[in-house]
C-alpha cells in the first residue's frame, strides 16, 4: 500500500503491485504538454487533499458515487478520469485503478478490477500481510 501525502480526517492509500507501483498514483502523475489529461489530473489530485479533510464520506454523487453498491466500490470524477477506491475502518480510503472514462456506463473489466483488488486488499489485511511506504523525492502533482 502506498500511503498518500495529504494531511487530514482521512488516510488515503493505493494499492501497489510487488514492484511498488501504485497504478493510481502512476495514472494521476500529469505528463507533459501533450496530455491532455494533465488538468483533470491535477484537478483530481486537490480533490483528494479536499477529501482528506473532510469531517464524513464525500457525498456529493457529482464527483463521487457507488459504482458497485453491493460491494461498496465508489468512484471519484474529474473530466474523463475515474479514480475507483472502496473504504477501510472508519477514515482508510484505498485507491485501487484508475480510468478513462470511455461511456455511460463503468466497464465491466473495469468493475471486475476493481473488485479483485478489494478481495485481495482483504484478504492480506487478514493474513497480517499488508506493507505500507511512501517513496521520498515524489512528486505527484507534476
Sequence with gaps: MRAIPVVGRWRIYAICNARREAQAVEFLVPG????????????????????AQLPNPPRNTAVSHYIDE???????????????????????IIL???????GQKTPKAQLV???????????????RDLRYFTLAGDNLYG
Design 32 to 51: 507533459g504538454p501533450e496530455d491532455r489529461h494533465a488538468g483533470s489530473k491535477r484537478q483530481m489530485w486537490a480533490y483528494l487533499e479536499h477529501v
Design 70 to 92: 453491493e460491494n461498496r466500490i465508489l468512484e471519484f470524477i474529474k473530466g474523463d478520469i475515474r479514480l475507483v477506491y472502496f473504504f477501510d475502518e472508519d477514515t482508510t
Design 96 to 102: 485501487s485503478h484508475c480510468f478513462l472514462k470511455d
Design 113 to 127: 478490477r476493481a473488485r479483485s483488488n478489494q478481495v485481495a486488499y482483504f484478504q492480506a489485511k487478514e493474513k
